[in-house]
């Protein structure tokens, strides 16, 4: 299958997810992830109608959304890969949602370059849902009060939260505890599910789901 036919296959399974799980239609968002692809292989998604995009390194971003955004203006491109805080100057330059937001430091850097560059910037906040050495994230008991953090002392606004659930694990649970994290944080956007899940993260709320490979291909 082509990128195009690929793109509209996930978003006609999102559309029968809404329908299954009784949401309205379009209340779920897709970020087409196209990290490793290049501007060529992006622009069949863009030319389908695809204007949300994600990318997990902001260098690797940097040498190909610049000419492609100026060719469709109303692409929104979203950060979903870690982010390091002297690559925050970068990241909010190019970046319309950064996804990754997970410790004071990152958050403070985050803050001081939107007000710099008078950028608004929606942020995330990443959970580490399943307590993984190795991932990024926020713990899940200490979510409120790094969101509360980050709205009351930093002062930046938090739109969501995301999480990328452990590769061996039944997402399912992880997901759910997205959404109560969320519900206790007074927050409505879940950035959850990807190639493999996001069927499951429909059921659990998801208000938007990253997906690569189901569209782009194997990487
Ligand atoms: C790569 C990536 C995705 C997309 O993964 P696929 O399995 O290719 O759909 C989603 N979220 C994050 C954070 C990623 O790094």
Same mark, same amino acid.
């Given at each position: !299958? ?14 029968? #997810? ?20 290049? =501007? ?10 695809? $204007? ?25 491109? *979203?950060?979903? @890969?870690? /982010? ?33 560059? #008078? ?15 190795? &991932? =990024?994230?926020? =713990? ?20 969501? /939260? ?9 997402? @399912?649970? *992880? ?12 927050? &409505?956007?879940?950035?959850?599910? !990807?190639? #493999? ?14 997906? #690569? ?5 194997? $990487?």
């Amino acid at each position: !299958m082509s990128v195009e036919e690929q793109l509209n296959d996930v978003l006609s399974r999102i559309r029968d #997810g809404e329908t299954t799980a009784n949401r309205k239609a379009g209340s779920v968002s897709l970020v087409a992830v196209s990290k490793t692809f290049d =501007a060529e292989a992006i622009r069949p998604a863009i030319d389908g109608g695809q $204007r949300v995009f994600g990318e997990n390194r902001v260098q690797e971003a940097q040498g190909k959304w610049p000419e492609l955004k100026a060719e469709t203006p109303a692409i929104e491109l *979203h950060l979903i @890969g870690p /982010l390091q805080s002297n690559k925050a100057a970068d990241a909010v330059a190019l970046f319309d949602v950064i996804e990754t937001i997970d410790r004071e430091k990152i958050a403070r850097a985050v803050a001081a370059e939107i007000a710099r560059q #008078g950028k608004p910037v929606r942020l995330y906040v990443q959970v580490n849902t399943g307590l993984e050495p190795q &991932k =990024a994230g926020i =713990a899940p008991d200490d979510t409120v009060s790094f969101v509360t953090l980050c709205r009351e002392t930093i002062g930046i606004p938090v739109e969501g /939260l995301m999480c990328i659930p452990p590769a061996d694990e039944n997402p @399912g649970p *992880h997901f759910a505890l997205l959404a109560r994290l969320a519900e206790r944080c007074g927050l &409505k956007k879940l950035s959850m599910g !990807m190639s #493999g899940d996001f069927d499951v993260a429909v059921q659990f709320g998801a208000t938007s789901v990253r997906v #690569g490979s189901a569209i782009f291909g194997a $990487r």
